[in-house]
């Protein structure tokens, strides 16, 4: 009776060991300077509005502090652009994803989600951390990559990070097989 139990949990280990080697290694970035991401004119206001608020947050200490134009400030974009052809397929709504990244733990703690509430979407989102995005990424990987889900679907969108300089530029990263 016990060896079934241990064969479930070591399984269970594997396959979980397995995603973080899959994800390590699909973990792809390509950096671009400037440039938008390939995404609809909504999110490009969305993401305008929130380099704005993000390095509003950094004058007074960039000022200060006699603080680098050319640093990153620490909070994040994380942008999905979706491709609704494979959203259909799975049957789920761009609602379903936002929720995936919602829930990753940690994600309500940041300050600037709270007091921007007009900016919420379901394709912009603000991480306070590099850590806190990728799990949320990873999380995405898991409910959603078809090596994980075991069907052969389309791709459900792109995915992007933004990273801004407290000079107000930005450098745009695509993740890359996080959905297909």
Not at 46 to 70: A, F, M, Q, S, V
Not at 155 to 175: N, P, Q, W
């Amino acid at each position: 009776m016990l060896l079934p139990l241990c064969f479930a949990f070591l399984a269970g280990a594997l396959l979980g060991l397995l995603v973080q080697i899959v994800i390590y290694f699909y973990k792809q970035q390509t950096a671009e300077n400037g440039p938008f991401p390939d995404v609809n004119k909504v999110t490009k206001k969305l993401i305008k509005e929130w380099g704005k608020i993000i390095t509003n947050k950094y004058k007074d200490k960039e000022k200060n502090n006699n603080l680098d134009l050319e640093m990153f400030c620490n909070e994040n974009l994380l942008i999905i652009e979706y491709d609704q052809l494979g959203l259909k397929s799975r049957k789920i709504t761009d609602a379903h994803v936002a929720q995936t990244i919602i829930t990753t733990p940690g994600y309500a703690d940041n300050d600037l989600i709270s007091i921007n509430l007009r900016l919420q979407s379901n394709s912009v989102f603000v991480f306070n951390n590099s850590e806190l995005l990728d799990n949320a990424v990873s999380r995405l990987f898991q409910n959603y990559h078809k090596l994980i889900v075991g069907f052969h679907y389309p791709s459900i969108g792109r995915v992007y990070e933004i990273k801004f300089r407290m000079d107000g530029s930005f450098v745009t990263y695509e993740r890359f097989n996080v959905f297909d």
